[in-house]
């Protein structure tokens, strides 16, 4: 599986993004898309997931009720629209693929290489 995140950049507090994470290779093993982000001296944490088939989503708290995570119907990228964001949600974005329904880091298999997001205050 491989994945590809796009569509970080510089935005004013207030403002918004959208992410993508395009997929491809042998996704019929993965269960579940997430995203994670990292900010500077921090930890990897949890933003967002969904199944492959849209039933389940879930979503971090820090950044809950600002977040949507979609997918396309031909289940070759996951998106991620986030509003309101904050200079506190400056981070390098990552997507992940797991094989289970899950929101910890280490059951994710496959990442892409992460987009730089920069919320200037």
């Known amino acids: 599986v491989q994945l590809q995140a796009y569509g970080g950049g510089l935005v004013q507090a207030g403002g918004s993004l959208r992410l993508s994470c395009a997929v491809s290779?042998?996704?019929?093993?993965?269960?579940?898309m997430g995203w994670f982000r990292q900010a500077p001296g921090k930890e990897r944490e949890f933003v967002a997931a969904?199944?492959?088939?849209?039933?389940?989503?879930a979503y971090g708290d820090s950044m809950k009720g600002r977040l949507t995570i979609s997918r396309d119907n031909a289940k070759t990228s996951v998106s991620l629209q986030m509003n309101s964001l904050k200079p506190d949600d400056t981070a390098v974005y990552y997507c992940?693929?797991?094989?289970?329904?899950?929101?910890?880091?280490?059951?994710?298999?496959?990442w892409g290489q992460g987009t730089q997001v920069t919320v200037s205050s």
């Open positions: 992940a693929a797991s094989p289970l329904w899950s929101r910890a880091l280490d059951q994710y298999n496959f």
């Open positions: 290779g042998r996704t019929s093993s993965m269960s579940t």
């Open positions: 969904m199944t492959w088939g849209g039933n389940m989503k």
